[in-house]
């Protein structure tokens, strides 16, 4: 199993947030999480990153276990994390933002080919490359924090929320660059409020409900699910 999870177990102090979830994914290949606001979805994001301490259980990446790493351990294996609020930096360019996505890579040259396939993928962000990141729109700025996680070059993407707050034509326009960095071969775990957008751009999905998995298989059985239909997509 390229990444997975054994008996994942988060505590914020009394209260137990993940309940011993097993989850996995295959190398190429993209899960998504859904369930509701407090679910706990964004705690198991955190938790592979090391932004918060598992209280049991085991995480793996290609055969390691990584969960007593620590964060800046766990981005040069080539796991980027992009989580929830479109974190930019707003009073430096959009060159800038994105060159701080590859501070731990040396190879200069194959930095600036990943810049050039970034800007190729994503012509706005070529032609605002001098403006603050903070003048975007939430949207611009949405794939700008994707973009650069990219120039980390990693194995693997964590993406938390990325559609939240966005209009119905900017989610589609980043539904679909998630699906090209998929296609490009980059390993993804989507957490999305928007169950029918994940579900319908992901291989595979997870439904959690207050800390545990519920249901699990592929995201076309998933969809079409009588529980999944009535709790999370309005059917």
Aim: glycine share 8%; with cysteine; hydrophobic share 40%.
């Amino acid at each position: 199993m390229f990444f997975e999870t054994r008996d994942l177990q988060v505590n914020y102090e009394k209260v137990e947030a993940i309940k011993g979830i097993s989850m996995g994914l295959e190398k190429g290949m993209m899960a998504c999480i859904i369930g509701a606001n407090g679910a706990g979805k964004t705690s198991i994001l955190r938790t592979i990153s090391a932004l918060k301490k598992a209280a049991c259980g085991e995480i793996f990446f290609q055969g390691k276990r990584i969960d007593t790493m620590r964060t800046h351990e766990i981005v040069k294996m080539g796991i980027s994390h992009v989580p929830e609020g479109r974190h930019v930096f707003p009073e430096m360019s959009i060159m800038d933002n994105l060159l701080m996505g590859a501070y731990l890579r040396k190879d200069k040259q194959n930095i600036n080919k990943d810049l050039d396939k970034i800007f190729e993928d994503l012509p706005i962000l070529k032609q605002r490359q001098k403006q603050y990141g903070g003048s975007l729109s939430g949207g611009e700025q949405q794939m700008l924090t994707m973009a650069r996680a990219l120039m980390n070059k990693p194995k693997m993407l964590l993406l938390d929320e990325p559609t939240l707050g966005l209009s119905p034509l900017m989610v589609k326009e980043v539904s679909k660059i998630i699906q090209q960095f998929n296609a490009n071969g980059v390993s993804i775990i989507l957490v999305e409020q928007n169950s029918r957008v994940a579900l319908k751009i992901s291989q595979n999905g997870y439904v959690l409900e207050t800390g545990s998995i519920v249901l699990q298989g592929k995201s076309s059985d998933l969809i079409n699910d009588d529980h999944v239909k009535e709790a999370y997509l309005g059917a």
